[in-house]
């Protein structure tokens, strides 16, 4: 079992930054494919970014490209969100996800946490 608790959630302005960050439980942190989805209202789940559990290998939705940046900290069991120049349609639940599968974390990871909100007016 991995248990995920997210923070760094908030309200911003467009054009400003938020980090977001995903603790994990477990001792086998580095086995687990990580990342993030997020869910608009209204709206179905969206992939968001993936990092392996190495960290040397990363996905991105075109819709975040050049402006989110993923990263983990195996040490600290700890994934981020890094997001820069934020737009009012960012504005979404942000859930961390984890899976043993990079793969599999693409399609349905088995892994979610209870998700922060982040707010971009405008």
């Known amino acids: 079992q991995v248990q995920l608790v997210e923070s760094g959630g908030g309200l911003v302005q467009a054009g400003g930054s938020l980090r977001l960050s995903c603790a994990a439980s477990?001792?086998?942190?580095?086995?687990?494919?990580m990342g993030w989805f997020r869910q608009a209202p209204g709206k179905e789940r969206e992939f968001v970014q993936a990092?392996?559990?190495?960290?040397?290998?990363?996905y991105y939705a075109d819709s975040v490209k050049g402006r989110f940046t993923i990263s983990r900290d195996n040490a600290k069991n700890t994934v981020f969100l890094q997001m820069n120049s934020l737009k009012p349609e960012d504005t979404a639940v942000y859930h961390c996800?984890?899976?043993?599968?990079?793969?599999?974390?693409?399609?349905?990871?088995?892994?979610w946490g209870q998700g922060t909100q982040v707010t971009v007016s405008s």
């Open positions: 990092i392996s559990g190495s960290g040397d290998t990363t």
């Open positions: 477990g001792r086998t942190f580095s086995s687990y494919a």
């Open positions: 996800a984890a899976d043993r599968s990079l793969r599999q974390f693409m399609s349905a990871p088995a892994y």
